[in-house]
C-alpha cells in the first residue's frame, strides 16, 4: 500500500513541479508603476491590481486618482476595470467605487463612458449602481447614433450585458443592420432569450437565400451556436448541400445542418471534397466534426492527404483519434518521419504510439530518427520508441542530450520521459540521471525520484536544495515529508525547521501542517497560523482557517481571529469557509448566528454555504421582514433569462437562499411565485431547489 501511495504522490509532485507559479509584482510595486511614464505599463499595473482581488484593496485610492488624472484613455478604461473587479468585493470602499464610476458616465470620450456604464452593471449589489440602470440604458442607446463605428458597436456590446428590460429589443433591432449586425448576432448568442434567439435565427435564413458565397458562410457559425433555434434553417441548409457549387461551402453547410440536427448525412458530400485536390483541406475540416466511431470509414481518404504538405497535420491530428483502427497507416505515417518540416516529423513521431500493436512496424524507422539534426524531434522519438518498445536502453542517449541544453522546454520533456521509464520499471537505468538533475537544481526530477527511490534516500537531500528552490517546490519538499517522512528520518527535521521561517506564507503553511503531523504540538505553530489570518494573499487565509480547524482545540485561542475573518475579511469566500470553521469549532448559534445574518445583509450570499450544518430555524428567526424581502429579491435575480448559462454557483446560491427562505415558514410566502418560476428552470438542481421550498412554505404553520 506504501508503493501505490509513493507512486500516486509522485505522480502528483511531478504534474506539479512540471507546472511552475507565474509570479506578479507586489500590490506596492503596482502602484508605484500606475505612477509610471509609459501608459502601456500603467495600463498593465491596473489590470494587475483588478486581477488580485482582495490584496490589492488599498490600491483603492491610488487606482481613484489615476481614473481622474491620467491623461490616457487606454489607461483610465484598464484602471475603471480594476475598480470593477475590486468593487466586488465586499466592502465599505465599494460606495467610494460606484461614485467614482458613476462620475465617469460624464467624461466626454465614448469609449471610457461605456467602460464604465459596463462596470456599475457588475456592482448592481450596491444601491447607487443599481439605481443608475436607467441611466446607464439611456446613455448606451443614444451612442447608438455615433459616427464613429467603433463606438456604435461597443455601445451595442454594452447594450447587450446591461440588465434593462428593454436592452436586448434595442439589440434585436440591429440584426438587419449591415455594420452591426455581426455584433447583433454575438449579443444575442450571449445573452439573448427565446424570442431574441427566434428572430436573429429569422435573419440568418434570409441570408442563406443570398447569392453572395460569403454571406451563406459568415452566417452558418451563428447558425450552429443557436442550436435547435436553428431548426428553422434546415430546409434552406438541405437545399443549398444539394446546389451550391462550392464544394468546400457545401462542406461547411452540410455540418452545420449536422450541428442542428445529427440525422443530417454529410457523408457523400465529404468524400467528394476528400476526392478533390482542391476541397481536400475542406474535407478534412469537416471529418473534423465527425465522431471517432464514424471516421474509419475515411481510412483510405486520410492516407492520401500524407501526399500534400499542407493536409499533413490535420491527417495526423485525425488518425490520433483512431487509434489501433489506423494501424493500416503506420508506413505512412513512419514516412514522414523523413519530411523536411520538423514539426511534421515531431508530430509523427508523436502519433505513432497510438497505432497499437502495428507501431512496433515502425521502430526501426523511429530508432533512425534519434540522430534527427533536430534535438526536439529526437526526443519526441525517443518518447514514441520507448512507448512503443519499452526498452529504455535505446533512449536514454537522445535524454541526456536534452537534459545537457538550456532549453527548458526540452529539459521538461526529457525529464517527463524519465518519470515515464521509472514509473515502467526502470528505476534503475533513470535513477542515477534523475538524482544528478535534482543536484544540478532541476525540481522536475523530484516528481522522477518520488515514483522510484524511498523517502531515506531523497529526504537527506532536501535541506541542502531547499534554500535554492522555488517556493512551489519548497512547499512539495515539505509536502513529501510529511506524507512519507518521519520525524526521525535524516533531513525531515531540519527541513520543517527551515520552512517554518521561509519568506513565503504557503510555505510556512505547509511546514506548520506537517510539522503538526511529527509533532502533534501546536504551540510552536500557532503564531504562524494566526498571522496567516492577516496574510495578504486570500489562499493563504483560505490555507490558515483550514490549519486551525486541522488542530482542534489547542486551536481555540484563535477564536477572536476567526471570528474578526468571518466578520470583516475583504474576501466574501474567506469569510464563508471562515463562517463554516468557526461554527464546527465552536457549535454555537449565537457567535455565528449573527455573523451570517450580517453577511447576508452585506451581500455576501456565500456566507449561506455553512447553512447545512445550522440549525436553519433558529438563523431564520433572526431575519427580519427586510431581510427577507430582500433575499426574494436576490433570488429573483439569480433565475435570469431561461436561456442564460447554467452555472454552479448560481445553483448553489439558489438552494442555499431557498432553504433560508423556506425555514422561514408563513414569513416567505411573498417569494411563492419566484419559486414557482423556478420550476421551469433548466437548471435541475434549481427546479429540485424551488420544489422543495415551495413545498416547506406551503406547509408551514
Not at 204 to 214: H, K, M, P, R, T
Not at 366 to 375: F, S, V
Not at 423 to 437: D, Y
Not at 486 to 515: F, I, W
Request: net charge negative; aromatic share 4%; glycine share 6%.
Amino acid at each position: 500500500m506504501k508503493m501505490l501511495r509513493a507512486g500516486l504522490l509522485g505522480l502528483a509532485l511531478f504534474l506539479l513541479a512540471t507546472v511552475a507559479g507565474w509570479c506578479q509584482d507586489s500590490v506596492p510595486d503596482l502602484i508605484r508603476a500606475l505612477g509610471g511614464l509609459d501608459p502601456v505599463e500603467r495600463s498593465g499595473a491596473a489590470a494587475q491590481l483588478g486581477y488580485k482581488g482582495a490584496e490589492a484593496l488599498p490600491a483603492i485610492p491610488a487606482l481613484l486618482e489615476s481614473l481622474a488624472n491620467d491623461p490616457d484613455e487606454s489607461v483610465r478604461i484598464s484602471v475603471v476595470e480594476a475598480l470593477g473587479s475590486l468593487g466586488r468585493e465586499t466592502g465599505p470602499h465599494q460606495a467610494q467605487v460606484v461614485k467614482a464610476l458613476l462620475t465617469t458616465l460624464d467624461d466626454p470620450r465614448p469609449r471610457l463612458k461605456i467602460t464604465a456604464a459596463l462596470t456599475l452593471d457588475a456592482l448592481s449589489s450596491v444601491e447607487a449602481a443599481k439605481a443608475s440602470l436607467p441611466r446607464r440604458f439611456e446613455l448606451l442607446k443614444s451612442m447608438l447614433g455615433e459616427k464613429d463605428p467603433e463606438v456604435r458597436q461597443l455601445a451595442l456590446q454594452g447594450l447587450a450585458y446591461l440588465e434593462h428590460p428593454e436592452a436586448m429589443e434595442r439589440v434585436v433591432a440591429f440584426l438587419e443592420d449591415p455594420d452591426l449586425q455581426s455584433t447583433a448576432l454575438r449579443a444575442v448568442i450571449d445573452r439573448g432569450d427565446s424570442a431574441a434567439r427566434r428572430k436573429a435565427v429569422t435573419v440568418l435564413v434570409a441570408e442563406l437565400g443570398s447569392s453572395d458565397a460569403d454571406r451563406i458562410r459568415n452566417a452558418l457559425p451563428a447558425l450552429r451556436a443557436f442550436a435547435t433555434y436553428a431548426q428553422p434553417a434546415l430546409p434552406q441548409l438541405r437545399q443549398l448541400m444539394q446546389t451550391l457549387g462550392d464544394a468546400s461551402l457545401r462542406v461547411d453547410v452540410a455540418m452545420t445542418a449536422r450541428a442542428i440536427d445529427p440525422g443530417v448525412d454529410p457523408g457523400p458530400i465529404l468524400r467528394e471534397a476528400l476526392a478533390s485536390d482542391e476541397h481536400l483541406a475542406s474535407g478534412l475540416s469537416g471529418l473534423a466534426e465527425i465522431e471517432d466511431s464514424q471516421l474509419a470509414a475515411y481510412l483510405p481518404e486520410l492516407g492520401k492527404s500524407f501526399e500534400r504538405e499542407d493536409t499533413q497535420g490535420a491527417a495526423l491530428a485525425l488518425i490520433s483519434r483512431l487509434g489501433p483502427r489506423a494501424g493500416s497507416l503506420v508506413p505512412a505515417v513512419a514516412g514522414l518521419l523523413k519530411n523536411p518540416d520538423p514539426s511534421v516529423r515531431a508530430s509523427a513521431a508523436q502519433v505513432l504510439p497510438s497505432l497499437g500493436s502495428a507501431a512496433a512496424g515502425a521502430r526501426a524507422a523511429l530508432k533512425e530518427t534519434l540522430n534527427d539534426p533536430e534535438l526536439a524531434v529526437r526526443i519526441t522519438a525517443a518518447q514514441a520508441l520507448f512507448q512503443i518498445n519499452r526498452d529504455s536502453h535505446e533512449v536514454l542517449d537522445a535524454v541526456k542530450a536534452a537534459l545537457a541544453t538550456g532549453d527548458p522546454d526540452l529539459r521538461s520533456l526529457a525529464t517527463s520521459l524519465l518519470y515515464e521509464i521509472g514509473s515502467m520499471g526502470g528505476g534503475t537505468a533513470v535513477g542515477p540521471i534523475a538524482l544528478e538533475e535534482l543536484r544540478q537544481g532541476n525540481m522536475e526530477a523530484l516528481g522522477v525520484l518520488t515514483s522510484i527511490a524511498s523517502p531515506s534516500q531523497l529526504v537527506p537531500l532536501f535541506p541542502a536544495l531547499f534554500p535554492k528552490a522555488e517556493p512551489y517546490v519548497k512547499s512539495t519538499m515539505v509536502s513529501y515529508v510529511g506524507s512519507m517522512g518521519h520525524p526521525s528520518m535524516p533531513g525531515a527535521n531540519e527541513l520543517v525547521a527551515l520552512a517554518l521561517k521561509d519568506d513565503s506564507v504557503d510555505v510556512r503553511l505547509q511546514a506548520v501542517q506537517t510539522y503538526f503531523q511529527f509533532n502533534r504540538q501546536a504551540s510552536e505553530v500557532l503564531p504562524i497560523v494566526q498571522a496567516s489570518l492577516t496574510a495578504p494573499e486570500a489562499m493563504n487565509r483560505h490555507t490558515g482557517l483550514s490549519i486551525a480547524e486541522l488542530i482542534g482545540p489547542e486551536a481555540r485561542t484563535l477564536l477572536p481571529d476567526v471570528i474578526r475573518v468571518a466578520s470583516e475579511d475583504p474576501d466574501g469566500d474567506v469569510q464563508a469557509s471562515a463562517i463554516g470553521v468557526l461554527w464546527r469549532m465552536t457549535r454555537d448559534v449565537e457567535t455565528v448566528g449573527p455573523i451570517v445574518v450580517s453577511r447576508v445583509r452585506a451581500g455576501n450570499l456565500g456566507a449561506l454555504e455553512p447553512l447545512y450544518e445550522f440549525p436553519v430555524e433558529t438563523l431564520a428567526a433572526r431575519l427580519t421582514d427586510k431581510d427577507l424581502q430582500d433575499l426574494a429579491d436576490r433570488l429573483q435575480r439569480l433565475l435570469g433569462p431561461v436561456d442564460d448559462p447554467i452555472v454552479y454557483v448560481r445553483s448553489r446560491h439558489f438552494a442555499n437562499l431557498s432553504t433560508l427562505l423556506a425555514a422561514a415558514g408563513k414569513r416567505s410566502q411573498h417569494v411563492l411565485p419566484w419559486l414557482e418560476k423556478a420550476k421551469n428552470d433548466p437548471d435541475p438542481e434549481i427546479r429540485k431547489a424551488a420544489e422543495q421550498a415551495a413545498r416547506q412554505i406551503r406547509q408551514a404553520k
